[in-house]
């Protein structure tokens, strides 16, 4: 589940394209953009009225904040507050700021965005960072920039992660992201054609979308009322290159689809969203996992990650391109060689379907099964939110600054469940769900 | 003193016109935006290396914005954070807003600025609003609204007013705001020739530029220390429309140019700056006085302003447009309707001396004597920051939500001061010191 639009992920360029009409809407763009809007603020926000509202959101997405800043004044939002990000001042920085200063991070402004959510404002991030931004820097300074940005904004984050507020990630289209995701193509075409896969992702290509993410979410329900009554120990992955078996922690619980924040509103926090997810046990992990996408981590592109975990914690791992940048991810802290979660999407997702591959968390964890590195959320345990830490970790929690998502999933995964009694339950197979 | 980018000030249309060769620049655009950049952070805010940098600024700045930014890093910031705000959502907000929403503000995001400012960061304004963004709006809502940002934002302010921290403002040319100054003109020759305006005011079409600050910041500083001398204990404004006694705070202290903050650094909060002001005694101010350029609060414009004081109270107002805004700017609060600030410009000032009408207080009170409604500065009492309300208050120091300047002076106005034995001592004539 992603967390923070600028945590992105990616997948080798080009494996696959749109084909037929890709490009050609024949809603003005406009029009499409006002549904974005009005399913992120009516479906994914729930927006209550007189609620205020905090956007973040790239400069490069002014067109899609400024119609969801209308329609949420118009859903009653008593106030809307966007934090735009300039990418440009970013690169600034990595230019020309001095090496002492890689530790700094804006305390103050995620001090006041964590007392926003705490005094009721809801959250609503647009992803659309370049997944690249950062590929030439030099992966110390990232590294450093990030941890910092990471503990400046742990206590905001928490809010989040404990669902404490209603809050969504919705995506838009920028040129950057476009031109990664459609190399070949001319800007506008390629901005044109991600914008089409972002309409067809979060249905708003549909009749009354607002309708179709209720059925969607009710199904989603229903996936994970079925994986809790089976109680499983542990999850079994087998393709080329995994054999892995994630223990699961002790009263998990699986979750999917919509949430009842405890402001008492039920929102959806990614828009799209395909997955089911749980929570790992942090030292019952062991085997071989080899990712199926690269990722994209805060700018940097890891490529054919290969990792091998003992008792939870990784104890070998390499990657194609970007293992500097991974093994520094993974030495952030003691729980970033851990896993914090684990999520199951059938191969047969729309995303998967759509054959693109979009660099982004957002829809590639929706296109495929996939881990996270780093921090558990507590409410993947049964009333995890009122344990506290040594509680959560007795369960298997696992803690971190960092929470990163990789695929390992595909068309030629397995999927097994460990009963209680030890029967094993086949769960996917070929990347399908074995039972509806 | 302008101590907020978006309070912004007017004047009549088109009184004249610089002749000659406007809009035609023969240094190209980005490297003058880098000069004004670098007078903005070395000699506006002179900013500190390792000091972390706030930014605030329009959305259509963001050309100069990013010099600045890059400007501030190669100084030495540890890190740079832009707060945007986007004309086009506040007027959503007007248009789209339920009625009962007004009364909101972003707590919040004003105490993590404050807190920001507490733990050391500089901060730089971006003056480049449209000043008469909300024009066409509800003057009450957006009273309210206006009430509601300057509770919220008190503690920051003051801060700022306080001179805790270097800060800065610096305007920067948008096509709002280049309609509005030059409407005959098209819009790229508008902004070009505001653009010329800009950089001829802030002195960046000289050589070495930083030099020639210091040197306007010496000549500030030597009028200050005449006028601290004096000891008056009150001035006299006269021109057709004007006849008004200020009394002046027990204990005032002139101040222009440059000021030394409580962090140590030595800052020119104003760009340009051609004033030098002090504080009036609250309780002490009587007769008459009109505006010679209209005021744009807030984004509505107030003409032709005339008021009558009696005893420091505002007890009569008219204006020929805007009246009911003025009104209830003047109801915001019991200090809303006494002075706060006086402020000495002499006509000669090259602002007035470019006959462009900038809409925009940190010109247009810089080419014209002033006096402020609402909050004064505790910074033009000797040792004022030390003193409790009460102690301020005693000594004539009024306190209030607002802090609006508007234009008294013109090439009419005489100005006397009253020495502590009552002998008058000339000024200003026909606008001009009449001692160097």
Redesign the interface.
């Known amino acids: 589940m992603a967390k923070q639009a600028n945590i992105d992920n990616g997948i080798e360029r080009e494996i696959g394209r749109i084909h037929g009409n890709a490009g050609v809407t024949t809603e003005p763009l406009e029009q499409k953009l006002n549904r974005l809007a009005e399913v992120a603020v009516r479906v994914g926000l729930n927006l209550a ?2 609620q ?1 509202l905090i956007i973040t959101a790239p ?1 490069d997405t ?1 067109q899609l ?2 119609c969801i ?2 329609c949420a ?2 859903a ?9 990000t ?1 990418e ?2 970013t690169l ?2 990595f ?4 090496e ?2 890689f530790d ?6 995620q ?3 964590a ?2 959510f705490r ?1 009721g ?1 809801a959250r609503l991030a647009i992803a659309g960072a370049d997944p690249a931004l950062l590929a030439g820097q030099d992966p110390a300074k990232v590294s450093r920039a990030n941890i910092a940005a990471s503990k400046a904004g742990r206590a905001a984050l928490e809010l989040i992660t404990r669902h404490e507020i209603n809050w969504t990630i919705v995506p838009s289209a920028t040129p950057a992201w476009a031109r990664l995701v459609f190399p070949d193509d001319r800007e506008e075409v390629a901005l044109a054609r991600l914008w089409d896969a972002i309409f067809s992702a979060t249905r708003v290509d549909m009749d009354n979308p607002i309708a179709v993410w209720e059925a969607h979410a009710t199904e989603l329900q229903r996936r994970v009322e079925l994986l809790n009554e089976r109680r499983f120990s542990a999850l079994l992955f087998r393709r080329p290159g995994t054999d892995l078996r994630v223990g699961l922690a002790d009263d998990h619980t699986w979750l999917g689809g919509a949430t009842i924040a405890k402001n008492g509103i039920r929102c959806i926090p990614n828009l799209p969203t395909e997955e089911v997810f749980t929570m790992p046990h942090k030292d019952r992990v062991d085997g071989v996992a080899a990712s199926t996408k690269p990722l994209s981590y805060q700018g940097t592109l890891i490529k054919n990650i290969r990792v091998q975990f003992e008792n939870g914690r990784i104890t070998r791992v390499s990657a194609d391109e970007g293992e500097t940048v991974l093994q520094k991810m993974i030495g952030t802290d003691d729980g970033a060689c851990r896993l914090g979660e684990v999520a199951l999407v059938p191969h047969s997702s729309p995303i998967a379907h759509s054959n693109i591959l979009f660099w982004n968390t957002l829809f590639d964890e929706n296109a495929a099964s996939h881990i996270a590195l780093g921090q558990a959320y507590s409410s993947c345990i049964r009333n995890g939110d009122a344990l506290n830490p040594a509680e959560l970790a007795a369960k298997g929690a696992n803690e971190s600054l960092i929470h990163v998502d990789w695929m390992i999933g595909g068309g030629d995964m397995d999927v097994d469940g460990i009963a209680p009694a030890g029967d094993i339950v086949p769960l996917m197979r070929a990347g399908e769900w074995v039972s509806r």
């Open positions: 009225r007189g205020e400069l002014l904040t400024r800043t209308e004044y118009k009653g939002a008593s106030l809307v507050t966007t934090l735009f300039d440009q001042a600034s920085r230019q020309y700021a001095a002492e200063s700094t991070a804006a305390q103050w402004l001090d006041g965005l007392t926003g005094t404002a």
